[in-house]
C-alpha cells in the first residue's frame, strides 16, 4: 500500500507562492534605503533650517548689545574727559590760589623786615628768586633788611648781597649805599614743612623807613 503525503506537497506549492524573486527583494530594498535616506536628508535640512534662523537670530541681537555698549562706551569716555577737564580746573584754581597767596606773603615779609633809613627801589621775581635793589645810610642798615629778612622763615637762609657800593647824592647824608641782594622766598607751607613749626610772621618788626 502506498501512502502519498499531500499535505506536505501543499505545504510546498504554499512556500512557493510565498517566496518574493530576488529582484523585488533588491529593489524592495532599494527603496526602503532611498526613503531613509530621503527621510535623513529632510531632517537635516530641516536641522539646518532651523540652526540657520537662531544664528540669524543671535547675530540681530548682537548687533543690538554691540550698539548698546557702544553708546555706554561713548558716554563713559564722555565722563572721564569732563572729569579729567574738571581736574585741571581744579588743579589750576588751586595753582592760581598759591600763587595769588604767595606774592602777598612776599611783599608783607618784606615791608615787615625794611628797617629805619634804607628803602627799595626795584623788587624783581623769577619764580622763587627775588632780586631787590635799594638804598641805605649805612652797611648796618643793609645788615639788618638781611637778618630780618632770613629770621622771618619765609625766606631760605642765606640771603646773597649782588653789589654793594656807595653812592654820593651830594645832599645830606652825602653818600648813599646802593646795595643789591638774592633772596630764595618759599612759601609758607614750604616754610612750615622745612622746619617743622609754624613760620614765623617776622623777626623783630621794624618800621619802613622813608
Not at 654793594?164 to 618759599?186: N, Y
Request: charged share 20%.
Amino acid at each position: 500500500m502506498i501512502r502519498i503525503n499531500l499535505l506536505a506537497a501543499e505545504r510546498e506549492r504554499t512556500k512557493k507562492k510565498i517566496a518574493f524573486p530576488t529582484g523585488q527583494r533588491l529593489t524592495a530594498v532599494c527603496s526602503l534605503m532611498l526613503v531613509l535616506a530621503g527621510g535623513l536628508i529632510g531632517w537635516r535640512y530641516w536641522s539646518i533650517g532651523r540652526d540657520s534662523k537662531q544664528l540669524d537670530t543671535d547675530i540681530v541681537a548682537a548687533g543690538q548689545e554691540t550698539a548698546r555698549l557702544k553708546t555706554i562706551i561713548q558716554q563713559v569716555q564722555q565722563f572721564e574727559s569732563q572729569k579729567s577737564q574738571l581736574q585741571e580746573r581744579v588743579a589750576l584754581i588751586e595753582q592760581l590760589r598759591k600763587t595769588q597767596a604767595g606774592p602777598v606773603h612776599m611783599l608783607d615779609q618784606i615791608s615787615r623786615a625794611v628797617p629805619s633809613m634804607l628803602w627799595l627801589t626795584e623788587l624783581k621775581q623769577n619764580n622763587a628768586d627775588v632780586v631787590i635793589d635799594g638804598r641805605c645810610t649805612s652797611l648796618m642798615g643793609l645788615s639788618d633788611f638781611i637778618t630780618n629778612l632770613e629770621g622771618s622763615g619765609f625766606f631760605k637762609k642765606s640771603v646773597e648781597i649782588l653789589s654793594s657800593q656807595a653812592e654820593s647824592v651830594g645832599q645830606p647824608p652825602s653818600d648813599l649805599i646802593k646795595f643789591s641782594i638774592k633772596a630764595q622766598f618759599q612759601p609758607p607751607t614750604e616754610a612750615k614743612a622745612t622746619t617743622g613749626t609754624p613760620a614765623p610772621a617776622a623777626a623783630s618788626p621794624v618800621k619802613p623807613g622813608p
